[in-house]
């Protein structure tokens, strides 16, 4: 198994065990081998987001949407932790985003709608 698959591997069990800093560790430790992990920069912004740092998440989220920008569960991601950041502009555009991958992705359109409402945008 490769080193890369190693790291991995330690952080999903990790995850699985509930040991969200050992997760965490495995997945900065692949970050150093794998700069642009979509994978690894994906699981770090769920871990940052479950701890509430949003600007942590959302830095994460970013550098795995540049490394696979067709994914739109992580153009979603990524338009969650930027709402929570208070980057409002760069979540609308994250979910446009993620609509034009995905034009009946439902949950990035529910999000959208309510961010349109938050911001007393009544489309």
Same mark, same amino acid.
């Given at each position: 198994?490769?080193?890369?698959?190693? !790291?991995?591997?330690?952080? *999903?069990?990790?995850?699985?065990? &509930?040991?969200?800093?050992?997760?965490?560790?495995?997945? !900065? *430790?692949?970050?150093?081998?794998?700069?642009?992990? =979509?994978?690894?920069?994906?699981?770090?912004?769920?871990?940052?987001? &479950?701890?509430?740092?949003?600007?942590?998440?959302?830095?994460?989220?970013?550098?795995?949407?540049?490394?696979? =920008? &067709? *994914? =739109?569960?992580?153009?979603?991601?990524h $338009?969650?932790?930027?709402?929570?950041? &208070?980057?409002?502009?760069?979540?609308?555009?994250?979910?446009?985003? $993620?609509?034009?991958?995905?034009?009946?992705f439902?949950?990035?359109?529910? *999000? !959208?709608? !309510?961010?349109?409402?938050?911001?007393g945008?009544?489309?």
């Amino acid at each position: 198994m490769s080193a890369g698959a190693d !790291l991995r591997e330690r952080a *999903q069990a990790a995850l699985r065990a &509930g040991d969200r800093e050992a997760a965490r560790q495995a997945w !900065l *430790q692949l970050l150093r081998h794998s700069p642009d992990d =979509p994978e690894a920069h994906n699981a770090l912004g769920n871990i940052a987001l &479950g701890e509430r740092d949003a600007a942590t998440a959302e830095r994460h989220f970013r550098a795995a949407v540049a490394a696979d =920008p &067709g *994914q =739109p569960a992580l153009l979603f991601n990524h $338009a969650a932790a930027a709402r929570g950041a &208070g980057m409002v502009e760069a979540a609308a555009a994250s979910l446009h985003a $993620a609509l034009e991958v995905d034009p009946y992705f439902v949950q990035a359109i529910f *999000q !959208l709608a !309510l961010l349109y409402e938050d911001t007393g945008d009544h489309r």
